[in-house]
């Protein structure tokens, strides 16, 4: 069995923007917590942890903060230099 792919710095950035944004809103965990139903360590895991954040777990806290995705993802990952697509190579 293949190990799941997990991009630990684009998740630690996500991390990192949930929180600052948690803090600016002054919307506590527990906050989240009575929003969206989840439990407390799940929304820690979501906003705090080091494990893959679901889709729409990530899409529950963001209704939660009373924001939009995109709110989170405002940085820019590193494109790497691909080969010619299939297509492109015919």
Do not use: H
């Amino acid at each position: 069995m293949a190990e799941q792919y997990i991009d630990r710095e684009a998740l630690q950035l996500i991390r990192d923007r949930l929180w600052q944004i948690c803090n600016d809103k002054q919307i506590t965990l527990e906050d989240i917590q009575d929003r969206t139903g989840f439990s407390y360590s799940q929304v820690y895991r979501i906003i705090r942890g080091k494990n893959n954040i679901s889709v729409s777990g990530l899409l529950a806290v963001c209704r939660a903060l009373e924001i939009q995705p995109f709110e989170v993802f405002n940085f820019k990952l590193e494109i790497p230099k691909y080969l010619p697509t299939r297509k492109e190579r015919k």
